[in-house]
Nanobody, 124 residues
Framework: QVQLVESGGGSVQAGDSLRLSCSVS????????VGWFRQVPGQERQYVCA????????YCADSVKGRFTISRDNAENTVYLQMNNLKPEDTAIYYC?????????????????WGQGTRVNVSS
């Protein structure tokens, strides 16, 4: 069983930065994947970034490459999403999800566990 809790969201201006945290409890076995997704009302949950818990892989969607970075602190059981140069189109509820390695890290349906989300609002 895995539980995830997001934090760090807020309201910022375009160009500002935020760092989101995903606190993970439960199994943190080798090969486990933690991903960040975002969702706006009426839209499908959209892939942002994902990393393997062992740290050998870290990937982000083209829409955020060069601005967002995913990282993890194994000792703290926390995965971070550093978001720089935020844009209004980044406004969404951000969720972290957990899954076993072996599928598409960018696929919403690949993930077995989700947190409650944290809101990010970027104004012009």
């Amino acid at each position: 069983q895995v539980q995830l809790v997001e934090s760090g969201g807020g309201s910022v201006q375009a160009g500002d930065s935020l760092r989101l945290s995903c606190s993970v409890s439960g199994s943190t076995f080798s090969g486990y994947v933690v991903g960040w997704f975002r969702q706006v009302p009426g839209q499908e949950r959209q892939y942002v970034c994902a990393t393997n818990w062992s740290g050998y892989g870290a990937y982000c969607a083209d829409s955020v490459k060069g601005r967002f970075t995913i990282s993890r602190d194994n000792a703290e059981n926390t995965v971070y999403l550093q978001m720089n140069n935020l844009k209004p189109e980044d406004t969404a509820i951000y969720y972290c999800g957990g899954a076993r390695e072996g599928g598409s890290w960018s696929d919403f349906y690949f993930y077995d566990y989700w947190g409650q989300g944290t809101r990010v609002n970027v104004s012009s």
